[in-house]
Structures are given as structure tokens and as C-alpha cells.
T-cell receptor
Framework: NAGVMQNPRHLVRRRGQEARLRCSPMKGHSHVYWYRQLPEEGLKFMVYLQKENIIDESGMPKERFSAEFPKEGPSILRIQQVVRGDSAAYFC????????????????FGPGTRLTVL | AQRVTQPEKLLSVFKGAPVELKCNYSYSGSPELFWYVQYSRQRLQLLLRHISRESIKGFTADLNKGETSFHLKKPFAQEEDSAMYYCALSGGSGGSNYKLTFGKGTLLTVNP
């Protein structure tokens, strides 16, 4: 099991461009979470998705940010018209179960995508 | 609102010395607490969780609800323990237990 995969690992965009970040969960995991880490900060929850469903997007900025997890393929975090303040590390995690909690519901993290907006 | 505070950004100890990484939390309910670790050039991984009451790699952490703390301890630090450590909280069985709230992290350096 290769673990959670994220690509690209590094992404450079100019202000106003779009950024697409991809996340492939671990095999057998159908729950995906996105977190953002601004410089000198801890990871902050953005969104929780299951296949074809957004369960909780309470941590997503209201504008320019969207996420999806289609039936086939990776989860995508999309940032439109990027600004310098979007520069951060974006982490994806997956788990075999979602809200049931307890042991065995560990979130496994990917290596992250470091977005730099020029 | 839930919050996790790690007061030390950097912590440096010598090999064989005891180490304690501090974590305090704020949450109105029964949270679940975790310690995550990120070794150099590796991804974030779960070290331990309070409900398991385990000792992992010699580390232990006790949830103190009175002091709202979840400090990570190891009696004899090793050089391979050098890493970034994050304390995290989730809502437990009664809340949004998938939503992890992280502290800012403590960079532990164990000197030879």
C-alpha cells in the first residue's frame, strides 16, 4: 500500500491563476480530508469528503476554494484566482471510516503540496 | 471553539535526558487527543492517542482533564526522536470526531 499520494509536491502559480491539488487516498479508504498549514501555524481543517459527497466544508474559505471527490479518480482541491495569502502547505488525509471514531479511525496523511503564489 | 496550544516552538535536550513536550487544549466536551510526529523528509504520522493508553517508542501521554493538558513524555530521549511534534484534538464520540485541530508544533532536537 503506497499510502496517501498527493501531487504535485510543489506548485508555483502567479496571482490570478488557478491551482489544482490532487489526492489519492490509501487503498480501501473512502474518506478524505484536506488541511491547510500556513507558515508558522498548525494544520487547519478545510473539508471532509466521501465519494461524490461533501460532508463538511466548514473550514473552506467561502470564495475561490472548492473540493470534490468523484466516483473515479483522486480528490481535487481547486483554488481559483490565487492570491499570495494562499501560499501554504496543503495536506490530504484519508481514513477507512469517517465519523464512527474510536481506534482504527486514524487519519493517514499524504506528503503535502506546497503552493507558492508569486 | 476548540483550540490546541503548544507553548514551546523549539525544545532541545541531550541524549538520555528526560523530555516533556507540553500541550494544552480548550474544548467544551469530551475530546480525543492525539500526538502526531513528522520526522525529517517524512509525512505526518500518528504517534499515539489518549484512548489507547499505549507507550509508543517510549513515549507516553496522559490526558489531564482538570488541567486540560496532554503532555508528551519520554524518560530517556534518543537522537532518532528529533522531529516536529504536533498535538491534535478531535471532537470525540459526541462531536465532529473527524475534524482534527492541531497545535503549531514543537521542534524537538536531541543532541548527542
Amino acid at each position: 500500500n503506497a499510502g496517501v499520494m498527493q501531487n504535485p509536491r510543489h506548485l508555483v502559480r502567479r496571482r490570478g491563476q488557478e491551482a489544482r491539488l490532487r489526492c489519492s487516498p490509501m487503498k480501501g479508504h473512502s474518506h478524505v480530508y484536506w488541511y491547510r498549514q500556513l507558515p508558522e501555524e498548525g494544520l487547519k481543517f478545510m473539508v471532509y469528503l466521501q465519494k461524490e459527497n461533501i460532508i463538511d466544508e466548514s473550514g473552506m474559505p467561502k470564495e475561490r476554494f472548492s473540493a470534490e471527490f468523484p466516483k473515479e479518480g483522486p480528490s481535487i482541491l481547486r483554488i481559483q484566482q490565487v492570491v499570495r495569502g494562499d501560499s501554504a502547505a496543503y495536506f490530504c488525509a484519508s481514513s477507512p471510516r469517517g465519523t464512527s471514531g474510536g481506534a482504527g479511525n486514524e487519519q493517514f496523511f499524504g506528503p503535502g503540496t506546497r503552493l507558492t503564489v508569486l | 471553539a476548540q483550540r490546541v496550544t503548544q507553548p514551546e516552538k523549539l525544545l532541545s535536550v541531550f541524549k538520555g535526558a528526560p523530555v516533556e513536550l507540553k500541550c494544552n487544549y480548550s474544548y467544551s466536551g469530551s475530546p480525543e487527543l492525539f500526538w502526531y510526529v513528522q520526522y525529517s523528509r517524512q509525512r505526518l504520522q500518528l504517534l499515539l492517542r489518549h484512548i489507547s493508553r499505549e507507550s509508543i517508542k517510549g513515549f507516553t501521554a496522559d490526558l489531564n482533564k482538570g488541567e486540560t493538558s496532554f503532555h508528551l513524555k519520554k524518560p530517556f530521549a534518543q537522537e532518532e526522536d528529533s522531529a516536529m511534534y504536533y498535538c491534535a484534538l478531535s471532537g470525540g464520540s459526541g462531536g465532529s470526531n473527524y475534524k482534527l485541530t492541531f497545535g503549531k508544533g514543537t521542534l524537538l532536537t536531541v543532541n548527542p
